[in-house]
């Protein structure tokens, strides 16, 4: 909650709306409550979603029979306002969802990494996140994400290491850069113009 406070001088008080905007569209942070899923576990996952923050579940999680789950091939529903112009523009499914059951360890392990990418990220930022998405993903699944054409919003993004093989990927699924918003969901945080900065 301080972070929206410090980098974006949010005000704390009675601001729940605005914090949790900003936490989930710039904070790459990710809850996982594994284990036995007791009412409080439960409820603090619950806390988790109301910031903005997803959260993931160990398959216990699935008797509360509640999820959050996002869906990447609806593009209208990945929309937000760009708070530079207060136009409208698509972002990448990230985070794909807010309340997840997964069903195995390793399932977790990459979901976690795939939710910690945030449609504000830098060009850096991004490179890392994608990184480690792929790492864990090679490493546990034996292949490279089929999704990953879709959070790479410019050729900055892809991770030096990788950029050779990810270039094929991409060209085979005819990828086209992407702007990177200043995304928000509130229309009444977009700057009008004459605003200043």
Known sequence: IKIASIFAHRNLRGNYEEIADYILNRVGAVGVAWGAMSQKAASIATGFNRLGVPVILGPRGAKYRRTYLGRADKSEDWM????????????????????????SK??????????????????KGRQIRLAHYIDLHKRYFGAMP???????????????????????????????????????LLERLCRKKGDRA
Request: hydrophobic share 35%; aromatic share 6%; with cysteine.
């Open 146 to 184: 089929e999704d990953l054409a879709i959070y790479i919003r410019t050729e900055a993004d892809i991770p030096i290491t990788l950029k050779a093989e990810i270039m094929k990927i991409l060209k085979a699924k005819k990828w086209k850069p992407k702007t990177i918003p200043d995304p928000t």
């Open 80 to 103: 937000v306002y760009n708070a530079r112009d207060g136009s409208r523009t698509q972002i990448s499914p990230s985070p794909g969802y807010l309340l997840y059951v997964a069903e």
């Open 106 to 123: 390793e399932e977790a392990i990459v979901s976690i990494a795939k939710n910690c990418i945030r449609p504000n990220d830098t060009t």
